[in-house]
T-cell receptor
Framework: AQSVTQLGSHVSVSEGALVLLRCNYSSSVPPYLFWYVQYPNQGLQLLLKYTSAATLVKGINGFEAEFKKSETSFHLTKPSAHMSDAAEYFCAVSAPRSNDYKLSFGAGTTVTVRA | DSGVTQTPKHLITATGQRVTLRCSPRSGDLSVYWYQQSLDQGLQFLIQYYNGEERAKGNILERFSAQQFPDLHSELNLSSLELGDSALYFC???????????FGPGTRLTVL
């Protein structure tokens, strides 16, 4: 079974500061990893994905994440926060190599951006 | 806009009732997934269909059922509703199994 743990349910950053959201995964097979963002009263939007190619993955809106197998981590970063980044962020894992295509989500991290 | 549509957007009903949630996947996507989002359980996988066939089940209650039709749209049926079924229900689709999933805007179900 696959699972993810997101460290920190709330993160507050100043506008222009680094955004760092932590995600650790557990998987018995090589995982696929994803970050999604959810704005209030909206669905989930895919930010980026890791599917075993390059370990540093670039996504939309200036976000990127690095897959580190040795640390079982897939942390999300953005060098400079913008007010529009205020949202809830979810890390998710699937295991297609074991025919497990469902997404297992972390509990989410809510990001607030201070002016 | 992900290209996945869900109707209705909001649904308010009473305990014991039955409702049907509808999902139209992105054009060309064969796989449909249903997820439930609630404050206490977070985002939970319910069920997956691929080209009309059920492929995986999560922690879906026996009171819940789903199907995918030949035109690839999907419906999630919830019956004998309880207060605890109040949640956001999301549909997602992917072109193939294992590819990234695109989420619809969700249906907010309130059971009174």
């Amino acid at each position: 079974a696959q699972s993810v743990t997101q460290l920190g349910s709330h993160v507050s950053v100043s506008e222009g500061a680094l955004v760092l959201l932590r995600c650790n995964y557990s998987s018995s097979v090589p995982p696929y990893l994803f970050w999604y963002v959810q704005y209030p009263n909206q669905g989930l939007q895919l930010l980026l994905k890791y599917t075993s190619a390059a370990t540093l993955v670039k996504g939309i809106n200036g976000f990127e994440a690095e897959f580190k197998k040795s640390e079982t981590s897939f942390h999300l970063t953005k060098p400079s926060a913008h007010m529009s980044d205020a949202a809830e962020y979810f890390c998710a894992v699937s295991a297609p190599r074991s025919n497990d295509y469902k997404l297992s989500f972390g509990a989410g991290t809510t990001v607030t951006v201070r002016a | 806009d992900s290209g996945v549509t869900q109707t209705p957007k909001h649904l308010i009903t009473a305990t014991g009732q039955r409702v049907t949630l509808r999902c139209s996947p992105r054009s060309g996507d064969l796989s449909v997934y249903w997820y439930q989002q609630s404050l206490d359980q977070g985002l939970q996988f319910l069920i997956q269909y691929y080209n009309g066939e059920e492929r995986a089940k999560g922690n879906i209650l026996e009171r819940f059922s789903a199907q995918q039709f030949p035109d690839l749209h999907s419906e999630l049926n919830l019956s004998s509703l309880e207060l605890g079924d109040s949640a956001l229900y999301f549909c997602a689709s992917s072109v193939e199994q294992g590819r990234e999933q695109f989420f619809g805007p969700g249906t907010r179900l309130t059971v009174l």
